[in-house]
């Protein structure tokens, strides 16, 4: 695990820019505390960071350089399976220097070239640079668990990649934002791949890889995409296939040279993974996060299923005045605006493991792949709503458009009136497009062109409304947040978080589901929940989920009702927001209109900040400590 970046000329003639390449690596100097290291030449600047986890010795230094002299490579992640892949190099007659997971990367890739891809088991995002060839090859993991970020800069004349955004582009070296990525941030509540809040900067989006070489072009491919196949009916084979999986990539996350914890919440994903963790890891620490007020804390659940697992819990209790201070640090490490609200207490509890650990495992994935949001669950009357004549769908709009805000039944016409690929843009979503339109200064695309071509996927392949949604999330949602936010909450304090869900045999097992194995029973998540069930507390398998509740809207109606206007009043966002239909975003929730919550306040008060700290400066990351 690591924090990576390099540079490379791609001009004829241009060399890379080596002294900012090592500028880049410390300023994600929290990613890898362990160790550092540089290698330059003629046409290439590589550096790295290094979280030492499998092999904590030298033999795991990075950049690394192949047996045979040719790749240099850096790289961030775990690969799963490195003993497999080790002994397969072995029987070729490669001779591994040493235990690391990275040497076994890059004498497979040097084996086999952009073929390895097929082999890996893990989470990665690497650069190889080819000195015969003179090519760069870069390459994202198929889920999008480890983040890697690039950009043309120089007029094109280098690329320049990073494992955050910020070593492309600090505070105070932003000057321009998106318009388009501030429209789909204020609906989504992040910006979706492959975009970013700071152009000419892109993600490289998961399952993809990068092709460069000097005098040449800048290649992006896809090798691999989620696939979902849903059977037409359950099978009395389902829980057994998923236990079966889960248990062999809960097996396959453990394996570590240094202390391994877990996450464990109330609900039901982590503490399936602590439950299989335990079988083999008894006494095992894991860790909650919660808030001091009745509804926003599982703690007390989270320690009585520990207990119950014969598991150690660590708690930890968040304050109004802490949120507040290590707002600005939190929102600084996510790189680009998010307004998921559950950022929050994942930083603290990652912070407050890392004093005892080093990797902690956690339940990301469980509800894309196995059905575990609520939104999935959609009435009878609503499947049946593209089958009725036009007329019905334009009364059912008609009689919701008459019914006042936030009256009971009014959500689920407008469900019926309008068909799923022109509502559902993910598991969550904020501000409509009319409210966008009113909030911003540019007009630009819809956050249908980023959903679009999902639904043509799903109705290709004959996708019901369930699995529709699964594949929009999967593709969206998941890495667009979901695993964002992991990964910048668990790096900042240099962390490594495993995610057993997200792997290709638990895919396999999830993509077959019917959807009756999903949301049935009037619960989520069904043929998960009596795949586990045998080895959970039966409170602890029924538990609905809560997701990292955070009193946001409370403490803006209480103790911190002033933070929110002096935020919104001090950053200089006129250039990209319309000060006054802010304000009055402000002024709706004090007046708790029902057509405005705690979210829409909450994802303008995030894009505030971010303004203060990426383009105004108003914090310096050095001065306050946040970066080395």
Known sequence: MSGIAGCLGLAEGTRPDADWTVRAARRIAHRGPDDHGVFSDDSIALAARRLAVMDPSAGGHQPMRSADGRFWMVYNGEIYNQTELAQRLRARGVRLRGASDSEVLLETYAAEGKDALRRLRGMYAFAIWDSKNGELFCARDPFGVKPLYYTLAEGGRQ?????????????????????????????????????TMTPPVRSLPPGHFLTA???????????????LRPARSPSPDTPERILTALRDSVAAHLRSDVPVGAFLSGGVDSATICALAAQTRPGMLTFTAGFARSGYSEIDEAQETAAALGLKSVPYLITAPEFAARLPQIIWHLDDPMADAAAIPLW????????????????????????????????????AAPRLPGWGRSSAAAVAARMAPGQRGRGLLNRI???LRERYIGNASIFATEDVDLLTRYGGGTVYDV???????????GLDDVATMQLVDINTWLPGDILVKADRATMAHGLE????????????????????????AGTTKFALREAIGGLLPQVAVERRKLGFPVPIGHWFHGELSGYP???????????????????????????????????????????????QIYVERVFDPVALGWQS
């Open 213 to 227: 070489r000097p005098g040449g072009p800048v290649d992006v491919f896809r090798y691999w995409r989620p696939v």
């Open 348 to 383: 603290f509890v990652a912070r407050e493991a890392r004093r005892h650990v080093k990797v902690v495992l956690s339940g990301e994935g469980a509800d894309e792949l196995f059905g575990g949001y609520g939104v999935y669950y959609q009435p009878g009357v609503v499947r």
């Open 159 to 195: 690329l320049r990649f990073a494992s955050e955004r910020k070593a492309l582009a600090g505070p105070g070296e932003v000057s321009v934002i998106d318009p388009d990525a501030l429209r789909r941030y204020l609906s989504f509540q992040y910006v979706p791949a492959p975009g």
């Open 565 to 611: 206007e002096q935020v919104i009043r001090e950053a200089r966002t006129e250039e990209w927001l319309d000060k006054r239909a802010v304000l009055d975003v402000l002024r709706r929730f004090r007046a708790d209109d029902p057509d405005v919550s705690w979210r829409h306040l909450w994802a303008l008060v995030v894009f505030s900040l971010w303004h």
């Open 417 to 419: 009136a309008t068909p």
């Open 451 to 461: 959903t679009g071509p999902l639904f043509d996927q799903a109705a290709e392949a």
């Open 497 to 520: 978080l495993r995610t057993p869900f997200l792997d290709r045999e638990v895919m396999a097992a999830a993509s077959r589901l019917a959807r009756a194995e999903k949301t049935a």
